[in-house]
C-alpha cells in the first residue's frame, strides 16, 4: 500500500530506521549515563557505547576511531573546520579555495570569515557541475591553508574528482576539507584513499538521527589542528566540549555500520528505481537532467521542466514531496545558487525538480510519481 505523500527528498533528510532506532532506545533512559562520568558504571556503559560508536563511524570512511570527533551535525563540523584552520594557521595565511556549488554551509562559513580578513577563492564549475582541476591547482598560492570541495553535491548528485583533488592538495601542502555529507553511505569514502584531512557527515543524512555528525580529523601525514569551535570541559580531545549525545551517537554508528552492509545492494537498486524516473520521464521530451551523468550518487536526479516553474509543480503535486531548485529561504524564491553556478538561466533553474530516492523507496512510490508528473507535464 502507497502512504501519502510518497517520501521523495532522501537528500534533505531520512527516517531513522527501525534497526537503529532499535539501538538508541535503551540510552534514553535505562543507560543514561554520562559518557564523562568516570566514577561509577553509568559513566562507564555509555562511554563504552559511544567507544563502539566511534568505531563503527570510523570504519564506513576508513579513518582511525581517535580522528572522530563527535558534533551536532555537518553544519557544526563545517563551522569548526573553516574558522578552527583559518584560527590556527593564520600565521601561514589567509587564502582559502572553495567551489560555488557549495552547500550554504560552507558557504556562509567562508562570507564570516571574509569579515575577518579571510581571504576566499571560489572556484566555477562548468555545465555538468565539475570543477577543473587545473584551475584548482593555479589558485593555490603560498597563502592557502585549506581547500573546501564537497564530495557530492546535495542538489544534483554530481560528485567531483576527489582522490585527484587530495593529490593536489598533498602536494601543494595545503590543508583538504571535504563535506561527505551526501557521499557516505551511498559511495565508497575513504579518507586514505580520496588524501583528505578534515571531512564532515551526518547522522540525519544516513538514517541516523537528527542532531548528530561528526568531523573527521586526520592525525597524521600531516597532522590537522583546527581550534575548537565549542569551549568548556574538554571533551572529544577538548576539540569539542559539552555532554555527548549517547543516543545520537549510539544511533549514528549503528546507521554507519548499516549503511557500510547495504551500500551496494541498496545502491543498486535505488539506481535502477532513478533509471526508471528518467527515462519515464524522458519520454515527455519536456525536460533535462542537470549536472554530470556520469559523476553523479546513484539516488539523485535534478530535472528542469520545460515552461513549468516548480513552485506550481510542487502546488499541484501535493502527493509527492520533492524539493525544488530555489531555496524559499527569503519571501521571494531566489534561484538554486548551484543550478545557477552550472550556468543554468534563472528561469530554468526556477523550473528545477530535485528528486532523490532512498533505502525505502519502492517501485510503486516511483510509478507513482511518474503518473502524478506526466498528468501536469504534458
Ligand atoms: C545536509 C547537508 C549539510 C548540513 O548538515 P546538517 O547535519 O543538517 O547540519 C551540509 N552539507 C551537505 C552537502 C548536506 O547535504
Known amino acids: 500500500m502507497l502512504k501519502f505523500p510518497v517520501y521523495l527528498d532522501y537528500n534533505s533528510t531520512t527516517p531513522v530506521d527501525p534497526l537503529v532506532l532499535e539501538k538508541m532506545l535503551p540510552y534514553f533512559n535505562d543507560k543514561f549515563g554520562n559518557a564523562a562520568s568516570k566514577t561509577h558504571s553509568f559513566g562507564w556503559i555509555a562511554e563504552e557505547a559511544v567507544d563502539q560508536a566511534r568505531e563503527k563511524v570510523a570504519a564506513l570512511i576508513n579513518s582511525e576511531k581517535e580522528e572522530i570527533v563527535f558534533t551536532s551535525g555537518s553544519t557544526e563540523a563545517i563551522n569548526f573546520a573553516l574558522k578552527g584552520v583559518f584560527e590556527n594557521y593564520i600565521s601561514k595565511g589567509n587564502h582559502i579555495v572553495t ?7 560552507v558557504l556562509d562559513t567562508c562570507s564570516y570569515l571574509e569579515t575577518k580578513g579571510a581571504a576566499i577563492t571560489y572556484l566555477a564549475v562548468d555545465r555538468e557541475g565539475m570543477i577543473d582541476l587545473n584551475r584548482l591547482s593555479d589558485a593555490i598560492t603560498e597563502k592557502t591553508i585549506l581547500v573546501s570541495v ?93 555532554t555527548l549525545n549517547v543516543p545520537g551517537i549510539v544511533g549514528f554508528g549503528e546507521a554507519c555500520a548499516l549503511a557500510q552492509k547495504k551500500m551496494w545492494e541498496d545502491g543498486e537498486r535505488i539506481s535502477k528505481l532513478r533509471t526508471l524516473l528518467e527515462q519515464s520521464l524522458a519520454e515527455t521530451g519536456n525536460n533535462f537532467i542537470n549536472g554530470s551523468i556520469r559523476n553523479r550518487l546513484h539516488n539523485t536526479t535534478n530535472i528542469s521542466f520545460n515552461g513549468i516553474n516548480s513552485g506550481i509543480f510542487i502546488k499541484e503535486l501535493p502527493d509527492i514531496a520533492v524539493a525544488t531548485g530555489s531555496a524559499c529561504t527569503s519571501a521571494v524564491a531566489e534561484p538554486s545558487h548551484v543550478l545557477k553556478a552550472m550556468g543554468l538561466s534563472d528561469e530554468e533553474a526556477n523550473s528545477s525538480i530535485r528528486f532523490s530516492l532512498g533505502r525505502f523507496t519502492t517501485e510503486e512510490e516511483i510509478k507513482f510519481a ?4 506526466k498528468k501536469i507535464s504534458r
Do not use: W
Open 99 to 105: 567551489v560555488k556549488t557549495e552547500h550554504k554551509a
Open 150 to 242: 564537497m564530495f557530492a553535491n546535495n542538489e544534483t548528485g554530481v560528485m567531483q574528482h576527489i582522490e585527484e583533488i587530495g593529490s593536489i592538495c598533498k602536494e601543494k601542502k595545503v590543508l583538504f576539507f571535504c563535506d561527505a555529507t551526501q557521499a557516505a553511505g551511498k559511495t565508497r569514502v575513504d579518507v586514505n584513499e580520496h588524501q583528505v584531512d578534515l571531512m564532515c557527515i551526518s547522522a540525519h543524512k544516513l538514517y541516523g538521527p537528527k542532531g548528530t555528525g561528526a568531523l573527521y580529523i586526520r592525525r597524521k601525514n600531516p597532522r590537522a589542528k583546527p581550534a575548537p569551535l565549542i569551549h568548556g570541559g574538554g571533551h572529544e580531545r577538548e576539540f569539542r566540549s559539552g
Open 370 to 373: 511518474i503518473e502524478q508528473i
